[in-house]
């Protein structure tokens, strides 16, 4: 066996860098691959985003879409009450078609049964949420409810059998379906209804004088056009219903459900809450609620990260769990997960006045209001993903009940801060309900992790880049009170930028090497 100058073996030492290096690589390809129509759809969502006050000048109109997105996030997770994560679980135990089949069935029934709940009681809903005659509103959320629920398992499928290429074209054309629905519907027939108002058309708008209606068909319309194009896998499922294994696997999902609505309450609660927590009259708060819509989508390139890399992760995690150095390929996934954010985080804050500037260079003034608190959305986002990496721990030892008590405990406090600041402190009240949160979770997932399975993060390193990205921003801020110019601004921000780069290569430059050798 080769040794080194001391003596030492270094043929298996080599060999697992190599393997472990080799499995990264492979999650980096996959998650570019699956993160493609998620970045696409969310980068395309924030160009739509900061079109917005092209399209409507007060930010107030926006609120109720801000609503129904919320609601829409926390009744997925009903909806499809954490199949997909089982399916990953059980698919390596348990016969896949058999599993697959009942899962299906399960998701069929259930998803009906819920949409016509809530069709019954969309008038209802419609008055809880201030939408006034605004029905269409509902019945169309439904709509994407029951068609995205039906898709889930569908995509779980192409993750699990390690098919991102179908998967990204599958998200792809329902992100293009949705922006062409609203260019046509909200760009360019308006115009045309101007010069012709006998024209047929003029029907379609009845129902909605502002137009937002038109973001919901076109999702409805993309979804409807995924799920058709995952026809080969539903031809592929063989309908039967095993009522033993699907009670075997809603042990381990229920709690996942607890999760998941924890996890989307610590995300949207302050969107759904905000109008009616915040002390100030029905349109001011319409208003905020709107802005703070605008803020969240603006720090949605964290998120676009965060969720590229779970789509990749999950069964990756799950396919190395029995691997001897699965603990390491954990740490240093980690390690890379959050450089990456914080070079986002810095891109992001660092240059958050090109999106101030932007807005008052076309009078949309008010839409910049709360963009300070941009840089605390995205850290906390930051802290959200940290928590996805740590809680692979309680997937894989089965303590998915534990990962639920972190969750509720994240929630309550997400509720009460949410409670106690938004009417005080507005838009940085509920970034700090977030960050503390986030902070929460984070830190007790770590602690139990380390206890149930260990995992040789590196902590120093991760606290140092989170530090400097934050201490980085920190100083640009402070530098250009001192010599207001956007020239100067600009090259601040990207000699930062630079600097954070300079430091991390550095730090990894023997990593990177080994990376691009493997």
């Known amino acids: 066996m080769p040794k080194d100058t001391a003596g030492q073996p270094t043929e298996p030492l080599s060999l697992c860098k190599t393997f472990l290096v080799s499995g990264i690589r492979k999650l980096a390809g996959q998650t570019l691959w699956y993160g493609l129509p998620s970045v696409a759809s969310r980068f395309l969502g924030y160009l739509m985003n900061l079109s917005l006050p092209l399209i409507f000048k007060e930010p107030a109109i926006t609120a109720d879409l801000t609503l129904i997105y919320a609601t829409v996030a926390f009744l997925n997770i009903i909806y499809t009450y954490g199949l997909e994560t089982t399916y990953f679980r059980f698919s390596a135990t348990e016969d896949r078609d058999r599993l697959y089949g009942t899962l299906s069935v399960a998701l069929l029934v259930s998803s009906f049964l819920f949409s016509a709940l809530l069709w019954s009681l969309q008038d209802q809903l419609a008055q809880w949420g201030r939408l006034g005659s605004h029905t269409e509103y509902i019945r169309w959320m439904i709509g994407i409810l029951w068609v995205d629920s039906l898709s889930t398992l569908a995509f779980a499928k192409l993750r699990q059998e390690n098919r991102p290429r179908r998967y990204a074209l599958a998200k792809m054309v329902s992100v293009l379906v949705n922006i062409i629905v609203v260019i046509v519907f909200l760009g360019i027939v308006p115009r045309y209804l101007a010069t012709h108002p006998n024209a047929l058309l003029t029907s379609l708008y009845a129902t909605d004088e502002t137009g937002i209606v038109w973001f919901l068909i076109g999702n409805f319309f993309g979804s409807l056009l995924s799920l058709l194009l995952l026809t080969n896998e539903w031809i592929s499922v063989r309908f039967y219903f095993d009522a033993s294994l699907f009670k075997k696997v809603m ?6 459900v607890l999760v998941g609505m924890g996890g989307i309450a610590n995300d949207m609660l302050s969107r759904l809450l905000y109008q009616f927590v915040v002390d100030l009259p029905p349109e001011e708060a319409k208003h905020q609620l ?116 972190i969750t509720i405990g994240g929630t309550l406090i997400t509720l009460l801060l949410t409670t106690t600041l938004i009417p005080s402190l507005g838009y940085l009240g509920a ?32 606290l140092f880049y989170l530090l400097l990205s934050a201490s980085l921003y920190g100083a640009h801020r402070w530098l250009i009170t001192l010599i207001e110019h956007p020239a100067l601004n600009l090259a601040l921000a990207t000699v930062l930028l630079a600097v954070f780069a300079y430091v991390v290569q550095q730090k990894e430059q023997f990593r990177w090497a080994a990376f691009k050798k493997a």
């Open 251 to 256: 042990r381990y999902a229920w709690p996942l």
């Open 290 to 405: 709107g802005v703070f819509g605008n803020i969240v989508r603006l720090s949605i390139v964290i998120t676009i990260a965060i969720q590229a890399f779970r789509m990749a992760a999950e069964p990756f995690f799950f396919h190395h769990s029995q691997a001897d150095d699965a603990p390491r390929t954990y740490a240093r996934v980690m390690n890379y997960f959050v450089i990456v954010c914080c070079f986002l985080f810095l891109g992001l804050s660092l240059y958050i006045d090109l999106i101030k500037w932007f807005f008052e260079a076309i009078d949309r003034v008010r839409w910049t209001e709360g963009l300070y608190v941009v840089p605390l959305i995205a850290m906390a986002n930051i802290f959200l993903g940290i928590y996805y990496n740590l809680s692979i721990w309680y997937k894989l030892t089965n303590h998915t009940l534990t990962g639920a008590y």
């Open 431 to 462: 970034a700090l309900a977030s960050f503390c949160c986030y902070s929460f979770m984070m830190m007790s997932s770590y602690w139990l992790g380390q206890k149930h399975y260990p995992v040789p993060y590196p902590v120093k390193k991760i």
